[in-house]
């Protein structure tokens, strides 16, 4: 009997070394990506690491050029397009240097969109100033899809009345990305239901990938010494920090603690000197972009971890996927993704209690650490249960096999709507 053909994917997304999660999202996937699927790794980036050709070939696209046939005839020897399902993926983030181009593409071509992030009114904002993502497209689509509510929002923004965070919690911006969607794969279920709601393309729902490292399934953190705490990752305003900060100064004196905060920050001098103010800065180091063998050393140390949000628009967390990795405890906001995670795996702070909440918290880490391992153990178990990539792939394959049977839904839905544009075309 002949197994079934495998479906052919064209993966379109940031490849590491690019310092964003989702680069390292494509790569804890690609084994079982590779075994799944007849894959091609393409991106925009001018160079990648060149350990990703042990898994699949590379190939680089121009955002404004490549075309269907292109993506078709890549690597044919026979110079003939494949007969079996073949579908072009594009992992859309909302950090400008690595997706921009990738917006421009998916205004003209189909394409299954993995949405990593509803709010990317920033992202597009940000594109935009630079020249890389065209104002009269950005305009003429939010008026598609919000009237003149959306085009008085953006000119409030341009007028200095409004920013770009606060246009997003009213029109999230993921929208721009659906002209030629032919379906959507989100991570949460707030992101699944807003694609649902514009009822234009098929949406899938599967948990974020992580790969579990291999480690005993409890990690003893120290007796010895002050309670370790950390934050890390692209640090904005949303994420807390001068919160944290806040939370902590009172407990100087009485709980014996030091933080260490790793990645991008936002605005690293004004950090600094907010800690000195508040009189912790020698119970803070602020250590900037570091190696994940460094960071993850750190997880394994940590009584607590701060993964906070507010404001959250839905996404899910890859750093949560770190955290429970290196089985550590942390504390997250309870709103969006975080708010439907079971509460035996994380600790849940109220966002109209934070200050009093973190401080209640620290107190009981320091009383009684037990309390964590069980927090911690709990997410370790989810991990390796729910998000493994080998789970994963098998859905992208199954997604990429429906390509050309969504890309008749998508649209017909769009024409009921009123929403189409060009006809959307298998590559």
Known sequence: MIPPRKPRVHWVSPLPNAQTDIAHYTRRILPELAEATDLTLWTDAPDWDRELYDFAPVRRLDPDRVTPRDFAMAGRADGKPGQG????FVNI????PFHAGFLRLLQRIPSIVVLHDMAIQECLFDAMERGLFPRDTYEAEMARWHGQAGLDGVHAVYKGEMSESDLAHRFAGFELTLRHAVSVLTHTPVARDAVDATATVPTYLRDLPFRPSVQPPEVIR?????????QFGYTGPNRRLQNVFEALAPLVGEVDFHLDVMGKLWDPAYLRNRAEELGIGRHVTLHGFVEEDFLDAKLKEAHLVFNLRNPTMGEASGSQMRIWNAAAPSVVTDLGWYA????????????????AALQDLIRRLAADPGVGRGIATAGRARLEARHGPARYAAAVAEIAGRFNKDAATALKTRAMAGLAHQPVRSP
Request: hydrophobic share 40%; no cysteine.
């Open 340 to 355: 439907d995670l079971p509460d035996d795996t994380v600790f849940k702070i109220d966002p109209e209690n934070e200050l």
């Open 93 to 96: 983030g909302n950090a400008w």
């Open 222 to 230: 120290s007796g010895i010494g002050p309670m370790r705490l950390v």
């Open 85 to 88: 399902p073949e579908a072009v």
